[in-house]
């Protein structure tokens, strides 16, 4: 699987959009984009994957780059509860026998 | 979506004792289930890889004898941590998969274990 690449922390204030980058240059034409974010002390919870279109649900959009070397989540409208540790994950779609490889991932801090 | 519940949510107990943790996907089927751990201020690690009906596939460097896992069932993986010791606290976490596309995993709330 695709190495990425997160900044370790970033600031949010309330209410405005939180733009959290990832990069993955080295990824490969089977592989999709996933997002996750553990709360303190939780589980990670799924938020939103794509291939290369750009895609949005409830929670949040993902913008992916033409060249697929990087992509953007975007929380429209950060709350407190936001605040999280966000992770990127690049893996193989099809391949459910395999487990997602975290990285440090990006600590979100949504502040009043 | 689908649910993952874990059981319990946090023990503590006596160096030397063993501790069972439960991982139940509530209302799909998984015939793999993953458990990780993760320390303080650091990422999650695969731990071993819980195949149903067969041997669970671990991870380099995580002993196979001291953190027994048992998947009887499409619903059930068990996470045994045996004669633990103080090193062995940390927050054990598992995951399940949808047999199907998209193949989002979808976690436990965790389990805070500390070792006296």
């Known amino acids: 699987d695709a190495k990425t690449t997160q900044p370790p922390s970033m600031d949010c204030a309330e209410g405005r959009a939180a733009n959290l980058p990832c990069n993955h240059s080295?990824?490969?034409?089977?592989?999709?984009v996933y997002w996750y974010r553990q709360i303190h002390s939780q589980g990670p919870q799924y938020i939103i994957h794509?291939?290369?279109n750009n895609e949005t649900n409830e929670m949040a959009s993902l913008i992916i780059t033409e060249d697929r070397k990087s992509s953007t989540l975007i929380l429209p409208h950060a709350t407190l509860r936001d605040t999280a540790v966000y992770y990127c994950?690049?893996?193989?779609?099809?391949?459910?026998?395999?487990?997602?490889?975290f990285g440090p991932g990006t600590r979100l801090s949504v502040l009043p | 979506g689908a649910v993952v519940s874990q059981h319990p949510s946090w023990v503590i107990c006596k160096s030397g004792t063993s501790v069972k943790i439960e991982c139940r996907s509530l209302d799909f089927q998984a015939t793999t289930m993953f458990w990780y751990r993760q320390f303080p201020k650091q990422s999650l690690m695969l731990m071993a890889t819980s195949n149903e009906g067969s041997k669970a596939t671990y991870e380099q460097g995580v002993e196979k004898d001291k953190f027994l896992i048992n998947h009887a069932s499409l619903t059930l993986s068990t996470l045994t941590v045996t004669s633990a010791h103080p090193e062995d606290s940390s927050f054990y976490i598992c995951s399940a998969s949808l047999n199907r596309a998209w193949n989002i995993q979808y976690f436990g709330a965790g389990t805070r274990l500390s070792v006296l």
């Open positions: 080295t990824i490969s034409g089977n592989e999709y």
């Open positions: 994950i690049v893996r193989v779609r099809d391949n459910y026998g395999q487990n997602f490889v």
């Open positions: 794509g291939l290369k």
